[in-house]
T-cell receptor, first 113, second 113 residues
């Protein structure tokens, strides 16, 4: 079974730009969660989508948004990028629920200049 | 006070040593407790998952949960250089009908041959 894939793997943007990251979950998994990982804050939950609906949301500003498609693939968008948005963005998929075994992708490393 | 506290280390041990990794938490509503391992340039992978106080063993790994003290531990016996990674604790609770997942910041472990 193919694992979680994320594209692109690396990205460099400038302040004020916007970015869209993509995640393809494991086949059959309907829950997709997004996380931001930085050395200072660690791994922080952004949001979770299940069957095309946002089911959970972390404490991030509205500049961070996402969506999920009918094939469970998910995208995350960050608008008006700030320097502090530089991080590793991880996507994880599971069959149904957050507390079930989540399988993480390799992440997208975003650098904002 | 952060909901989940984890000593960031770094922790360096010789091969064959017993490793103890710990997390404390403040929210008594946490129900499920997990340990993830993250190798460099990879996403986290689930190692252990438990929901009750006590010990759970899986090969060289033992997860311990003490809900009365709000304390969880991961023990690694006969540590190997391949165990060198960052270990993250994570825990979940339900609030307002939705699940919340909180990670510790991770402890970086190096096992020296």
């Amino acid at each position: 079974k193919a694992g979680v894939t994320q594209t692109p793997r690396y990205l460099i943007k400038t302040r004020g730009q916007q970015v869209t990251l993509s995640c393809s979950p494991i086949s059959g998994h309907r829950s997709v969660s997004w996380y931001q990982q930085t050395p200072g804050q660690g791994l922080q939950f952004l949001f979770e989508y299940f069957s095309e609906t946002q089911r959970n949301k972390g404490n991030f500003p509205g500049r961070f948004s996402g969506r999920q498609f009918s094939n469970s693939r998910s995208e995350m968008n960050v608008s008006t990028l700030e320097l502090g948005d530089s991080a590793l963005y991880l996507c994880a998929s599971s069959f149904r629920a957050v507390q079930e075994t989540q399988y993480f992708g390799p992440g997208t490393r975003l650098l904002v200049l | 006070q952060k909901e989940v506290e984890q000593d960031p280390g770094p922790l360096s041990v010789p091969e064959g040593a017993i490793v103890s990794l710990n997390c404390t938490y403040s929210n008594s509503a946490f129900q499920y407790f997990m340990w993830y391992r993250q190798y460099s340039r990879k996403g986290p992978e689930l190692l252990m998952y438990t929901y009750s106080s006590g010990n759970k063993e899986d090969g060289r790994f033992t997860a311990q949960v003490d809900k009365s003290s709000k304390y969880i531990s991961l023990f690694i016996r006969d540590s190997q250089p391949s165990d060198s990674a960052t270990y993250l604790c994570a825990m979940t609770y339900t609030q307002g009908g939705s699940e919340k997942l909180v990670f510790g910041k991770g402890t970086k472990l190096t096992v020296n041959p």
